[in-house]
């Protein structure tokens, strides 16, 4: 046996690791050979030198670390973050849909219901029939449309607010109009930017060729753009030609003019000059056609407030819907659409045309023997004429 | 080199079983037992007192996380080994990919925010001026061991500094014992090599 023949188990045999047979056979070579005992010497001095390499002593809270390490992964994670969205697959989702719920529900809410527009305008309007009763106390200047709702709201007597509700076959309301005036008050005074110069078309004053006044405090409004004005004729004229009916451009014979407006509507007609009904025009049609006609201009005239809605990027406009449409503009002004500012018309308006309409079928089922053609009175009231609050 | 840190009168199997059936005081038993061996291997493999004592500590803790699945098909020392080798290796990943750069002076107190802890070199009983060149010697040779491959230092540590049969040593780092073998022969021979003037 060779050197070469143990090279490769010298270490090995350091170590005695090596078969008890090939340890004997290593050994009994290195007996008879220096080198071979140079080098075991070598590795036996490196295997010490190894072992004698620096020892640590751990340090005394080596154990106590050790458990509190333990205790740490044992305790859950509890922070506000963890506690809130983990797991994130099943708490994120169940915590979005309850946002989206509750949103909704608090947006169902705030809003104000269409119940309590049309009770509140049913008092304003009482309020108003009072105010004719004593000329005096109606005031000499145009004023602002949202003290003036207001301060007739208030005013207005309870047992006309109830006979207003029992007109539409309800018990009388509980709450007190006043209740309803200062919520829509304290909206507009205190978050509505100021009013702009609005472009109203007003629909109102339902007049017989007689004379006789039927529906003289019935109102509708629509908050539309400067040119969506000069519209509005040529929109009356088609939908009462398909009706059977016409536009007229002065005033027919007999009947009433502006006083038929309430006192809102006035104060938006009136021009700067102080003159009632800047722009006017009259439709006449048959008269079992216009609630029909009421209902197609109204829906054209929505539909015209809600495109725009749209079209000036108020996604909460088309969420709202056609429906909503004229609350939808009731937000801040832009370039191409002109705002009122004064929510609490628009809301008005929305509910006083429920009530024209329902007015309208009572005055169908009265007047439909002796009359068969009606007049509608549309005024418009462009920027210009509005009254500045 | 003495392999027994505590009392041994209850053998590392019997402290696994008690620790299997929930006692925990048989978990801080071994902890102190073997604390200094997982520390010792650590640092070897690391050269970095604080990587070394973390390693140290999250290999007990890993044994105390998977003690259930520990069947006795070895010892528990090889076991721990096994533990701190693979936690080691995983740190000297973690900080080769961060190039940073391990080198320690033998000779050097560490001192640490837990209390200082002097490195001990083994030598005792000699003149000093032989315990000096010794010293001399065990610093050169660990700043060469310090440049080996980690699987070769791994190799030797376990060999020369645990006193762990090759047996032990294929199964902590689960290869064969003629890998062992072949790569404690090779680790010497790189260091013979690299110390030729100090042999």
Request: charged fraction near 25%.
């Amino acid at each position: 046996m060779n050197c070469d023949q143990v090279q490769s188990d010298l270490s090995a045999y350091v170590d005695r690791e090596l078969p008890a047979k090939r340890q004997a056979e290593v050994g009994t070579h290195i007996a008879g050979c220096a080198a071979c005992q140079r080098r075991v010497a070598e590795l036996e001095k490196l295997a010490a030198g190894v072992a004698a390499l620096p020892k640590l002593q751990p340090a005394p809270q080596f154990l106590a670390d050790v458990r509190r390490k333990i205790r740490a992964e044992s305790v859950p994670r509890t922070s506000w973050i963890d506690w809130l969205f983990r797991p994130v697959w099943l708490k994120v989702p169940i915590e979005a849909l309850a946002v989206i719920v509750v949103a909704g529900f608090v947006l169902v809410l705030v809003r104000p219901s269409r119940k309590v527009e049309q009770r509140a305008l049913q008092a304003y309007e009482s309020s108003e029939s009072a105010r004719a009763a004593a000329p005096a106390a109606v005031p000499a200047t145009p004023q602002p449309v949202s003290r003036a709702v207001e301060r007739s709201l208030s005013s207005a007597p309870e047992e006309q607010r109830d006979a207003g509700e029992a007109y539409r076959g309800r018990e009388p309301s509980k709450k007190p109009a006043a209740e309803t005036a200062s919520r829509y008050g304290n909206e507009l005074d205190g978050k509505l930017p100021p009013p702009q110069p609005p472009a109203m078309v007003a629909l109102s004053g339902v007049v017989t060729p007689s004379g006789t006044a039927t529906d003289m405090h019935a109102i509708n409004t629509w908050v539309v753009s400067g040119s969506e004005v000069k519209d509005a004729q040529a929109l009356a004229e088609r939908v009462a030609t398909a009706l059977g009916g016409k536009v007229l451009l002065t005033k027919p014979a007999g009947t009433e003019s502006s006083d038929g407006l309430t006192l809102a509507q006035k104060t938006l007609a009136t021009d700067k000059n102080g003159i009632v009904g800047a722009q006017r025009f009259w439709v006449e049609l048959p008269k079992s056609k216009k609630q029909q006609f009421m209902s197609e201009f109204r829906q054209t005239m929505d539909e015209r407030t809600f495109s725009l809605g749209v079209r000036n990027g108020r996604s909460e406009a088309a969420a709202l819907g056609k429906a909503k449409a004229v609350d939808a503009v009731g937000g801040a002004p832009t370039n191409n659409l002109v705002v009122a500012g004064n929510l609490r018309l628009d809301n008005g308006a929305t509910a006083s045309f429920s009530k024209l309409q329902q007015q309208a079928e009572v005055d169908n089922k009265l007047d439909e023997p002796q009359e068969p053609m009606t007049v509608l009175e549309i005024v418009i009231v462009s920027p210009s004429d509005q009254p500045m609050h | 080199m003495e392999r027994v840190l505590n009392s041994e009168a209850v053998s590392d199997r019997e402290l696994v079983a008690r620790l299997q059936s929930g006692d925990e005081k048989a978990f801080d038993e071994l902890v102190i037992r073997h604390q200094q061996r997982a520390l010792n291997v650590a640092y070897q493999l690391l050269r970095d007192h604080e990587d070394a004592t973390e390693v140290a500590q999250d290999a007990f803790v890993r044994i105390y996380r998977s003690i259930g699945e520990f069947r006795g098909e070895c010892e528990f020392t090889t076991w721990l080994h096994q533990i701190v080798v693979n936690l080691a290796h995983n740190k000297h990943r973690w900080w080769y990919r961060r190039g940073k750069q391990v080198t320690v002076s033998v000779d050097c107190p560490v001192a640490m925010p837990d209390g200082a802890v002097e490195i001990q070199v083994a030598a005792k009983g000699d003149a000093p001026d032989v315990e000096a060149t010794k010293a001399e010697f065990v610093q050169m040779l660990s700043e060469k061991i310090g440049e080996l491959p980690p699987k070769f230092r791994t190799v030797l540590v376990l060999r020369n500094v645990e006193n762990m049969r090759y047996e032990e040593i294929a199964v902590a780092l689960g290869c064969s014992i003629g890998t062992v073998k072949s790569r404690i022969a090779r680790a010497r021979e790189a260091l013979r090599q690299s110390m030729a003037g100090e042999l």
